[in-house]
């Protein structure tokens, strides 16, 4: 199957997560710059996902949900990569909301993915609205953690 309107709206969330990658903080203690160096695979793959977003006229689902899959399977490593740091107090209440929220995010990556890889015309719009959702509140997360993360 060949995709028009879906696929445009699979672009303008996956832009969406591409604002996360600009936020940002001082680099002070030893858990900021542990943080920001965890952020940029990140950032990149958020910038890919911009890229293959623009990238989709033409494309059929199938296609479009291998690009997905890969991406999804590299959002995944690098937010485990994140997962694993330890933010001292001041933080860490807004760093447990953004790992939550990108979370969320990448598990409606992943449902994107399933639903284009089955030609979905029911899960994949409602996997795009929520990839939308939880990509602005993951955005917001970051810039409270960015804000904590100042001297």
């Known amino acids: 199957m060949r995709c028009g309107r879906r696929s445009i709206a699979v672009c303008v969330a996956i832009a969406c997560l591409s604002a996360i990658a600009g936020c940002g903080g001082s680099a002070g203690d030893q858990f900021t710059s542990r943080y ?19 990238h989709t006229g033409g494309k059929t689902s199938a296609e479009i949900a ?3 899959g890969r991406l999804a ?9 994140l997962e694993a740091l ?8 807004a760093f447990r909301t953004l790992t939550a929220s990108l979370n969320r ?9 399933v639903a284009f890889g089955h030609g979905d015309l029911v899960s994949g719009p409602q996997a795009i609205v929520s ?5 602005r509140a993951a955005t917001a997360a970051a810039a409270a953690v960015a804000h904590m993360l100042k001297p």
């Open 36 to 54: 920001f160096a965890a952020q940029a695979p990140l950032n990149e793959t958020f910038a890919d996902l911009a890229t293959a977003s623009t």
């Open 66 to 68: 291998r690009s997905l």
């Open 73 to 81: 399977t590299r959002f995944t490593t690098e937010l485990s990569a």
């Open 86 to 93: 330890r933010p001292p107090a001041r933080a860490a209440a």
């Open 105 to 113: 995010v990448k598990g409606d990556l992943w449902a994107t993915y």
């Open 131 to 135: 990839l939308q959702t939880d990509t």
